[in-house]
């Protein structure tokens, strides 16, 4: 089983909001990843417990409200950032990655490092496909990730 | 007497939208109402001019905790109308996979959406520091029908794998038997949730409604997946190709999604209506653990279907174990799904997690489809859930607002309705 988990998060329906799945499924597609598993759990937030088990490291791609200019990615621990979430516990489908990286943590599942990426979004609305702030960074996104988890790109003919 | 004034906007823990509304003033009950305001989902025209053999992956969509089941039901539909029917094999492989969904679906919603209730939290989260050994225990059982899920149908959610006429990529002996050795160790933590939910069960309210429950029905097994439908009105059961005229789907004022009804104004579908109609059928494993909670036959207590579907969690585990020791003493066989387009028509049933569920589609010649119905578990619970609000609300009406609002909610919740989906982006900031 690989050490490190590469997780994917966010609704593809819901314009810049699934950029954590787009960025994990061309990672797999761009990237050789061998060594490192890599999840698009969408809006399964309850699945993450599930995938950090017996990791050593994991990276959590989501979209994130930082107050920063639309399309801005910013690494962080779980130590570096507060939720201001609001949960109103409405589905399961809403939920704070904090608290379920939390859940992780106190049942044992939690890896020793896990490191966010959060991007901040332009438009959270119905709708596929990502805003003009978001696509124009897309390959910068991806190099920092692949950096993280030291992935090297295919070699041509691979993808 | 009191004014009250309950008006709960979405209920919260259940999937999708459904809204609460009770006034009574001076102790006189004026409104009670149950509305569902969701925006319709269109798969049924979706699916229209689209080939035989993409249907169940375009209607697995329809649902993420029951997609394996929509595929199934699908699948089912369309190899009726195209007259295929599928080995010993296959069967046995797509019921193991769809209990798998069972297990998931089951304890999501009583670990994760009813527990939270009887311990007197909002969510499960909360219930770490409170109840660690608990969430343990739901956690590694929604992991187990997780994987049980991505071993047959390819992926966690929405099955790959599912093809007309079989499946397009089978799993080992080895896998079998890995996740054979998985479900007997679930069988031990169902035994602690069981006991857990035992414990609590004081909690649940004591509130009765004779209903009529329905489900499907077949010789010799708990069913989920085959047999023709049965009412706990009528002796004779109907052929699933009669759904139509057994759900009678309606148009509700104060609904968006269709409303169903047979002998009665209303009928109740799910884990406790699967019960009510085939418990002489239970595995002894599972018979164990409905005695554990005292459950009888014939319960009509809607709160009791968190508690049936604990006992099913059981049900369906051991079933699993001997349907892989089945396929495991024949040997995995290598099969190719063989499927032609053939004009037709078809029906699918299956028990989804929250209840008996139907597809119907027609196929010209070239196998696109020309129409399609699907008639959902919670679309038949919708007025049912009105008509125990009605029977409700009087017993409760003295007591606090807040109150009323919660046992509305449980009971809204008891249903595990499943009625959409959203968003769940971050929202931080810098410490």
Known sequence: MAEIAVVGLGNPLAGDEGIGGRLAEELERRYDCSGVEVYDLGTSLFNVVHVLENKAKAVIIDCALMGEKPGTIIKFTRDEARSKKVLRHMSLHEGDVFEIVNVAGRVGSGPPEIVFFGIEPERIELGRGLSASLECRFDEYLKEIASETGLVKKVAGDA | ?431
């Not at chain 2, 031990?188 to 004081?202: E, H, M, P, R, T």
């Not at chain 2, 028990?351 to 027609?362: C, S, V, W």
């Open chain 2, 1 to 431: 007497m009191p004014n009250i004034d309950v008006s709960v906007h979405h209920v919260t823990r259940v999937e999708g939208h459904g809204t609460i509304r009770v006034r009574a003033s001076d102790g006189k009950i004026e409104r009670v109402e149950w509305r569902v305001p969701e925006a319709p989902r269109f798969f049924e025209a979706m699916v229209r001019g689209r080939s035989y053999e993409d249907i169940q992956t375009i209607v697995s969509r329809i649902c993420g905790i029951c997609s394996v089941t929509h595929s199934l039901a699908a699948i089912k539909a369309v190899e009726d109308a195209i007259g295929v029917t599928v080995s010993k094999q296959t069967d046995a492989l797509r019921i193991v996979l769809h209990y798998a969904e069972q297990i998931e679906s089951h304890v999501l919603h009583v670990g994760y959406l009813v527990a939270p209730d009887l311990l007197g939290q909002k969510s499960v989260v909360p219930l770490v520091a409170s109840h660690p050994d608990v969430v343990k225990t739901v956690i590694a059982l929604h992991k187990l029908g997780n994987a049980g899920m991505e071993l047959i149908g390819g992926r966690m959610t929405h099955p790959v794998t599912v093809k007309p006429g079989g499946f397009a990529k089978l799993p080992t002996e080895a896998q079998l038997k890995a996740y054979k050795k998985d479900l007997e160790n679930g069988m031990k933590l169902v035994g602690i949730l069981a006991d857990v939910v035992v414990s609590l069960a004081d909690k649940l309210p004591d509130f009765n409604r004779d209903t009529e429950y329905v489900a499907l029905k077949t010789d010799g097994t708990y069913t989920f997946y085959h047999g023709d439908i049965a009412s706990t009105d009528v002796k004779e059961t109907t052929d699933v190709h009669k759904f139509e005229s057994v759900a009678n789907e309606y148009v509700s004022a104060q609904s968006t999604a269709k409303w169903c009804k047979w002998h009665r104004d209303s009928y109740a579908v799910g884990a406790l209506a699967r019960y009510n109609i085939n418990a002489d059928l239970l595995l002894p494993e599972a018979k164990a653990v409905a005695a554990k909670f005292g459950l009888q036959k014939g319960a009509c207590n809607p709160y009791l279907n968190s508690v049936a579907q604990v006992v099913e969690i059981a049900q369906v585990i051991a079933h699993s174990i001997r349907l892989i020791d089945g396929v495991l003493t024949d040997g995995v066989t290598p099969e190719t799904p063989k499927a032609a387009p053939r004009e037709g028509e078809g029906v699918g049933s299956v028990e989804a997690p929250r209840g008996i569920l139907f597809h119907r589609y027609a196929f010209d010649g070239k196998g696109m489809c020309t129409s399609a119905n699907i008639c959902i578990p919670t679309g038949q619970n919708h007025g049912n859930i009105q008509k125990d609000f009605e029977s409700l609300v009087p017993k409760i009406i003295d007591k606090p607002q807040d109150e009323i609002r919660l046992l509305m909610e449980m009971l809204v919740r008891a249903y595990d309705p499943c009625i959409s989906c959203s968003t769940h982006y971050l929202d931080v900031e810098f410490v």
